[in-house]
């Protein structure tokens, strides 16, 4: 028996990728649902090693697939599961915001340590913790950055201005500038509900006449870049696009974010869609030969 790549449905695309990368071979795990809507998972092959590539948008049900199939993996003789998720859901909610929330972080990281023997994911949304080790305890939990590839897709004519959309986007924005010897700026944001945020932006006349290159790790309803593209039209930027690591925004979203200026929009190929521009299959399988996973 061998390490062998497992893809689902949604995902078999980039895990082929993953696995030719590695010379490995990739299999489809089936599912199904039944008329109640639980699902039926089945390993098509066994593995020494197996290698789960999923990323968690829309998770609820994919989480259950995913650990049926760690679970059936093992059933087929896996010694070691692997969870590759490029996208990891529920690491925002680090703490209960309001009286009675569940704090989804520490359940979701402590449910995939108990099912898989390793995780391999990229640009978690973590605000509080410094290492994703602390949101899923005692296995190997591996978090790497978008930002070189994010960086490799930027063009530097005519001094565009990297622009954060609040404070925690500044991570990004500094590593993507900071090689490029490019210039940036970091709005600050205000939330009041799902869809509802405000941002302000110091010195933003520094966009006068001068391509504003949007930088953040998620765009989810779409809201803050699209409050962003509007102070930065308002400053005079004479263009305005987005680069980002995970791009879950529907179809609608892109076209309101497109109506907004948003010239160019571009993402990882994390989350299937498209705006993917960036492969993260090569990152994934170095990642994954260097912690000696495989
Ligand atoms: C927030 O901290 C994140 O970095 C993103 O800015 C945010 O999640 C994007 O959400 P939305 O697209 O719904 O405004």
Redesign the pocket.
């Known amino acids: 028996m061998i390490t062998v790549v497992f893809g689902f449905e949604d995902s078999m695309a980039a895990a082929e990728r993953l696995g030719v990368l590695l010379e490995l071979p990739t299999f489809q795990v089936e599912t199904r649902r039944f008329p109640d809507r639980e699902c039926l998972v089945r390993m098509p092959a066994p593995a020494r090693t197996a290698i789960l590539y999923r990323s968690l948008n829309d998770p609820d049900g994919k989480i259950v697939e995913l650990l049926l199939a760690a679970s059936a993996a093992r059933d087929r003789g896996a010694e070691r599961v692997i969870l590759v998720a490029p996208y990891l859901a529920y690491m925002?909610q680090d703490r209960a915001f309001h009286p009675g929330e569940a704090v989804s972080q520490r359940v979701i990281g402590r449910l995939i340590a108990d099912h898989f023997d390793a995780l391999l994911t990229v640009d978690p949304?973590l605000?509080r913790i410094a290492d994703l080790s602390e949101a899923v305890p005692g296995i190997p939990a591996i978090s790497l950055s978008a930002a070189p590839l994010l960086a490799s897709l930027i063009d530097r004519a005519g001094h565009p201005v990297i622009i954060g959309?609040?404070d925690?986007?500044r991570q990004w924005t500094q590593s993507i500038a900071a090689p490029l010897g490019l210039d940036m700026l970091v709005a600050s944001?205000e939330r009041s509900g799902?869809?509802d945020?405000s941002l302000t932006l110091p010195e933003a006349d520094r966009v006068r006449g001068r391509p504003a290159i949007l930088v953040?790790?998620?765009?989810?309803?779409?809201?803050?870049?699209i409050e962003a593209a509007r102070l930065l039209r308002a400053a005079g930027a004479l263009s305005v696009e987005a680069l980002v690591t995970h791009c879950l925004?529907t179809a609608a979203d892109l076209a309101l974010m497109r109506a907004e200026g948003m010239e160019r929009i571009s993402s990882t190929d994390s989350v299937n869609g498209p705006t993917n521009k960036a492969c993260l299959a090569p990152r994934l399988s170095q990642a994954l030969q260097e912690h000696g996973l495989i």
Do not use: Y
């Open positions: 925002r949304h605000h959309p609040d925690e986007s944001k799902d869809r945020v953040d790790d998620i765009i989810s309803s779409g809201r803050t870049l925004a």
